[in-house]
Structures are given as C-alpha cells and as structure tokens.
C-alpha cells in the first residue's frame, strides 16, 4: 500500500485535523497516511494510532528552525517509501519546510486551508516559492485556491466533508446537554473555534455585549482554546459580561454542544472554508458569518452573513432573530452538495488521483 506523509496537523482538533482524520478513516485501505508535525502534541493520537499510522515529531519552524528542517530531512532519508508528502496549510510560509521534500525531489502536494492571514509579508515573500515547489493543488474553497495560488485555475477543490448522522440529534439531547451546562430557557449562543486573532474573539464579545442589552438572560458558549485564552477572559470580564459566557474549552462533544445551542457564531476576519459552520447546518441551526467568509459555505439555506463594519447593536439584533428560528433538518441538501463523509466518492478519487 502507498504510503503519504502529511504534513499540518497540530495539537488543536480543529477544522485541517478534522479534514485530514475523516479522510485518513475513508481512505485507510488504499493509501495510509503517516504524519508529522512540529507541535508537542497531535489531535485525534488515539484514532491515528488505531488507523496504524507512524507520527513524527519535529523542532517548531518558527522557534528552531535549523532542527525543524534537519529533522524533516532525517525522516525523508530514512523512508524513501514518502514519495509524496502532503501539506495542508493556512499560509504560505509553509515553503520554508517544503525546501526539505523538493530538495529530495518528492511529489509535493499542498492543500490551501485558509482564505487570508495575519502573516501577511511572510505570505507575499513566500507565495512564489510556494508555488515552484507545488507540484499538484487543492483547496477547500475557490477563495482558499485563489488566496493561496492566485488562482482557481488546475486547483482540486475539496469539500470539507463532515458524518452529518453524528449532528441528527434527539430533543432529548437537546434538553440534557443544556441542564448539564446550566441553561434553561434562555437563548444560547455558540461560537466554536480557536482563540485566535483571526476569530475576532474581542468583536464577539462586543457583540454579545450588545446582544445582553435586549436579552439581559442570554448566554455565551465559546468553545475552543488559542493563544489568546487569557487575554479573552480578562477582555470578558472588563465588558461585564463573563457571568453570561461559558468558557468550554476544548471538548469532544461537538454534535451536542451544537444540538444544545439556538445559533452559531462567527464572526471572523477570514477563514477558507470552515468545518464547524457546516456541522452547525447539519445540526439544524441558523448561523451568523462576516462577510469575510466564503459564501460557499452556505449550503442549506441557513447561513447569513453580515459585514464587521456594521454597529454591534445590528449584529446583536440579528443573533437574537435567528436565535428564535425553528431548527430545520436539511442533510439532504448537504449530501448533495458533496459534504458528507459517506457520500464523497468524488472528492476521495480527486484526493486520490492527487497524491498518487
């Protein structure tokens, strides 16, 4: 069996570890995924280990990058069965590790994850490079492929797949996952994803802040760590509103977080295409977007996007709105448009005919 090594996981269960975990499960008997990363930890090590395939541990490009490169270069010798590795990204300082495998002449695949960045001169410095060491593209979105080749032009674009059976939810669910997290009949407001500048995790809590003014009973539930945690709490407790906000953390209990939650939330400065609003539609909610985010990734019908120059109180209103808006099941229309695990032959014979 072909073996790919690939390159992107980290140690937060987010939107590029659940791509690459769902793909890694779908595709197990053709072709087996190995990983490294450059992160103390890897997400989903237990499924990873079950699939039986090999992690890798490297220095961290941004703190030793001598190491970070000499340790990719020492498993790419060591394991000339790596004719392809396969990296799936957010920005283009990646080239900086793809030196290693195009050096050793392996087939380099990368998959663009993300429509913009806060690295903004490390991107533009390295897009070229990017793309001389590229020798086959894909993307979750065409804004991804755009941002990350400047084009959509000979880019595969791969949906980002979810098991949408796992966010079919009873109401029962529903009222038990809210009495464990203290919520009665009050409005729950969900925003899941990493505490990270590009979430604008200060605008969502403005927001909310705004929101509390018409529902003083409302509640906050941010799911998710980051390298911003901290200052997030402190920022919530500045605004007043820390008695209204449940900080979860990481968890494993995603379908019913979002089965017990009245809306999605996320209000980000960008993103490529991002998972968790695609599981929000699979659970039945309505989700609020920046306009920063793809349209693509409205699916059902049920997504609405506003721009983050409007006032808070706009926002605030229309979180309220949808928040009363009746859950609606539509994972028909998610299947169709090529979004579900189990029904994604063509993205796995792209993904396939790609790497291979």
Not at 121 to 134: E, I, Q, R
């Amino acid at each position: 069996m072909e073996r790919v090594l690939v390159y992107g996981m980290t140690d937060n269960p987010g939107g590029i570890e659940t791509y690459l975990i769902n793909v890694a499960k779908r595709l197990k008997d053709r072709v087996a995924f190995d990983f490294v990363t450059d992160f103390p930890d890897i997400a989903h090590r237990e499924v990873i280990e079950a699939l039986g395939s090999e992690i890798y541990f490297i220095a961290p490009k941004g703190k030793k990058l001598f190491s970070h490169l000499s340790g990719f270069w020492r498993i790419l010798k060591a394991h000339p069965e790596y004719k392809t590795v396969y990296f799936n990204i957010l920005d283009a300082g990646a080239a900086v590790t793809q030196i290693v495998p195009f050096m050793l002449g392996r087939k380099i695949v990368t998959h663009s994850h993300n429509s913009d960045t806060d690295k903004v001169t490390l991107h533009k410095v390295c897009k070229p490079f990017l793309k001389l060491f590229t020798n086959k593209k894909l993307a979750c979105s065409k804004t991804a492929a755009n941002y990350m080749f400047g084009s959509d032009s000979g880019v595969g674009i791969i949906p980002n797949a979810i098991d949408t059976e796992k966010f079919i939810l009873s109401d029962s669910c529903r009222e038990e996952k809210r009495a464990e997290l203290g919520v009665g009949n009050v409005p729950l407001i969900c925003h899941i994803g990493r505490l990270s500048n590009q979430k604008n995790p200060f605008g969502m809590l403005d927001i909310f802040a705004s929101l509390l003014k018409l529902e003083p009973d409302a509640l906050f539930m941010s799911v998710g760590t980051g390298e911003m945690e901290a200052e997030v709490i402190d920022y919530a407790k500045k605004i007043g509103v820390e008695k209204n906000v449940l900080f979860l953390g990481k968890r494993a209990d995603i379908p019913e977080l979002l089965a017990a939650a009245d809306v999605f939330f996320l209000p980000s400065f960008y993103e490529g295409l991002p998972i968790v609003a695609i599981e929000a539609q699979a659970s039945g909610l309505f989700c609020l977007l920046s306009d920063a985010i793809t349209k693509e990734t409205d699916i059902t019908g049920r997504v609405e996007f506003m721009s983050l120059d409007l006032p808070h109180n706009l926002w605030a209103e229309k979180l309220l709105e949808l928040s009363k808006c009746e859950r609606k099941i539509l994972r028909e229309k998610i299947i169709d448009a090529g979004y579900d695990v189990n029904h994604s032959e063509k993205s796995d014979e792209l993904i396939l005919k790609t790497l291979i």
